[in-house]
């Protein structure tokens, strides 16, 4: 018995050590964080969790930030903004974007609407918005001498996802609407909607002027992001019951990064299939 007990306890103690050798590269990839100084007044940080803006005012008083990244990477990021206004502009729930909200305890911060307890769900009781955006919803405000739009586009990658554009840089953040080179993460406890989520992306293709995109994951990209997304879903939709249509995707999408447990080509599949029969 003590001999079979401690061969489990070998095993177990193997794999776990293979896992952390294989998710190592993989976490690596999430917290390395990218600092891009896009013009002078506006900062754009990708990785360490989500990607994140920060916008300054030309005197330097008021800043928006949109995402707030998560561990060491949101307090790095904290750490950068002097500003003594401050707006958060949360794209959705999930802790790698909302991870750092309580280190702005003076902070408006600006979501969708969400639930209290969805929000706590899905950001681990980071802190609650104070101002909530209802589907369809867009707040307009001025930082310096730029106009930021604030919409929640409805259901898509969560129950209540929110963009925002700042017009006179024809700058979209599209958080996690947009993963670019990934597989994306669905997930049905957030409200993952792929049918509406397809009809968002075509929304913000005519509803604004977009020269630079900036995706929840990824580099920093164009509108043609909207239309790559879009046809992601819309190809693997059209595939199924087509074996062949779906092993061209594979090759087609095969260098696109996954998250261990969490996306993939089989795993959005899967969830579009599940859709389709209102799963």
Not at 97 to 113: D, F, Q, V, W
Not at 191 to 210: E, H, T
Not at 225 to 233: E, G, N, P
Not at 241 to 257: M, R, S, T, V
Request: no cysteine; proline share 3%; hydrophobic share 40%.
């Amino acid at each position: 018995m003590k001999k079979a007990l401690i061969i489990i306890v070998s095993i177990i103690v193997v794999v776990l050590a293979i896992g952390v050798i294989l998710l190592r590269p993989v976490y690596q990839k999430l917290i390395a964080v990218e600092t891009i100084k896009y013009d002078t007044q506006l900062t754009i940080y990708t990785g360490g969790g989500g990607n994140s803006i920060v916008l300054t005012s030309e005197d330097g008083t008021k800043a928006l930030i949109v995402d707030t990244k998560m561990g060491g990477a949101a307090k790095d990021l904290k750490n950068s903004v002097k500003a003594g206004e401050i707006i958060i502009a949360s794209t959705h729930s999930h802790s790698d974007h909302t991870g750092g909200n309580s280190l702005y305890p003076s902070a408006k911060i600006i979501a969708g609407a969400y639930t209290r307890e969805q929000w706590d769900i899905d950001s681990g009781k980071s802190r609650n918005p104070d101002i909530l955006l209802k589907a369809g919803e867009e707040k307009i405000i001025r930082i310096g001498t730029e106009k930021v739009h604030i919409r929640n586009v409805g259901p898509a990658h969560t129950m209540n996802d929110v963009v925002v554009y700042f017009e006179n840089r024809k700058f979209l953040a599209a958080g996690d609407l947009i993963f670019l080179d990934m597989h994306p993460a669905l997930l049905t406890k957030s409200g993952s909607n792929v049918k509406l989520w397809i009809g968002a992306l075509g929304d913000l293709y005519n509803r604004y002027n977009v020269k630079t995109l900036l995706p929840g994951h990824g580099k920093v990209s164009d509108r043609t992001a909207l239309i790559v997304m879009k046809d992601y879903f819309v190809s693997i939709g059209d595939s199924i019951g087509n074996p062949e249509k779906q092993a061209e995707l594979k090759k087609k999408y095969k260098d696109y990064f996954s998250l261990p447990f969490m996306s993939g080509f089989d795993k959005t599949l899967k969830y579009i299939e599940n859709e389709k029969k209102g799963r």
